[in-house]
């Protein structure tokens, strides 16, 4: 009995397909910028994980020099953490205004910000000078050098943030909330609550664990 064959013609692809590019065609440039800034993020969070690592391993090793029950002062670090997760709740509320066109809204959030982590920084330098007039600097122990190195290289992290800031607002003010200044904002804006996250790992890890 024979069998009948029927011939098919081949299905046309859509030359967006055939190009890789999906049906809705190329990705916008806001997040083409939003993932190559998430990849230096993630860079960043090695780095850092590295610098956690070590701290984990050195902790011990005071050399006979104080330890971090004797040094820490967990008020003035929950009141530095305070100002840090609350700056990262005004920098969502800024970046929201600056999407839906508020400049004067994003203006007043940025100041919120730049205080609260403004004020993060001096209680952080002011426990680093404290330290170090009690003869327990970086160079005292594995434990201090991890630490400071630690702790030390977020804190620049947060300055850099707080002058960057300064740039975008002066652009907004400048510009105006155009489309190139909100693809730097979200940069921005992601790389503050990244800091966030690693500081809720030093508070955890560096303070609490350290002054138990």
């Not at 013609?9 to 806001?30: C, D, I, M, N, Q």
């Not at 610098?51 to 002062?73: D, I, Q, S």
């Not at 594995?142 to 947060?158: D, E, I, M, N, R």
């Not at 992601?190 to 890890?205: N, P, R």
Request: aromatic share 12%.
């Amino acid at each position: 009995m024979a069998i009948a064959t029927i011939d098919r013609a081949p299905t046309a692809v859509p030359t967006e397909l055939a190009r890789g590019r999906g049906g809705g065609g190329p990705a916008s440039k806001r997040i083409v910028v939003a993932y190559g800034f998430w990849i230096f993020i993630l860079g960043d969070m090695v780095m850092f994980s590295a610098l956690f690592a070590a701290f984990a391993v050195l902790r011990g090793n005071t050399a006979g020099g104080p330890t971090g029950a004797e040094l820490f002062n967990l008020r003035n670090v929950f009141i530095e953490t305070m100002c840090l997760l609350l700056s990262s709740y005004t920098c969502g509320l800024g970046a929201l205004s600056a999407e839906r066109r508020h400049p004067g809204r994003f203006l007043m959030f940025a100041v919120v910000t730049f205080v609260l982590g403004t004020a993060f920084l001096i209680i952080e330098v002011t426990e680093f000078a404290g330290m170090v007039a009690k003869g327990a600097g970086p160079s005292r122990s594995a434990f201090l050098s991890a630490f400071f190195t630690l702790v030390g290289t977020h804190g620049v992290h947060v300055a850099g943030g707080l002058i960057a800031l300064i740039y975008l607002a002066a652009q907004a003010i400048a510009k105006g909330l155009q489309a190139a200044v909100l693809r730097r904002l979200l940069c921005w804006s992601l790389f503050w609550h990244a800091l966030d996250i690693v500081w809720v790992g030093v508070f955890t890890l560096v303070y609490l664990m350290g002054a138990s």
